[in-house]
C-alpha cells in the first residue's frame, strides 16, 4: 500500500485537536488538510467522488480516531482489511494505537 502526502501534514498532526482527511482503497491513502475536500483529491488509482462513483473511501482524522464515511463498494471486513495493513505501515507509526470507526462503529 503505497502512502502519499503524510509529509505535508506534519503542522496539522503537531497541533492540538488536529483534523485532516484522506482518500484511501486497498492500493494507496492520500492525506491532506481537513480545509481540502474529499472530492477535490486525486492521485493517480485513488479518487472519492460523491455518489459512489469513485474507486476510493474518504476518512477523516482526529486524535485517536479514523473515521470512514460509508462506500457501498466497501464491506465492513474490507474496511478493516485495509485499515490494518494501513496502520501496520512503518509511516503511520503515528496512528497505529488509533481506532477505526466505519458507518459509526469500530471495527
Not at 4 to 16: C, K, Q, T, V
Not at 39 to 51: A, P
Not at 70 to 83: A, C, K, L, N
Request: proline share 5%; hydrophobic share 40%; aromatic share 12%.
Amino acid at each position: 500500500m503505497k502512502v502519499f502526502g503524510l509529509e505535508s501534514l506534519s503542522p496539522y498532526l503537531a497541533a492540538e485537536g488536529y483534523f485532516v482527511k484522506c482518500v484511501l482503497n486497498s492500493s494507496a491513502a492520500v492525506f491532506f488538510p481537513g480545509t481540502i475536500q474529499h472530492r477535490d483529491v486525486k492521485q493517480e488509482g485513488v479518487s472519492y467522488e460523491d455518489d459512489y462513483r469513485g474507486n476510493a473511501m474518504a476518512a477523516t482524522i482526529t486524535p485517536g480516531m479514523i473515521d470512514v464515511r460509508f462506500h457501498r463498494d466497501y464491506p465492513d471486513e474490507m474496511v478493516r482489511s485495509i485499515s490494518k495493513r494501513l496502520l501496520a505501515l512503518p509511516e503511520m507509526a503515528w496512528a497505529k494505537e488509533f481506532m477505526v470507526r466505519y458507518q459509526g462503529r469500530v471495527l
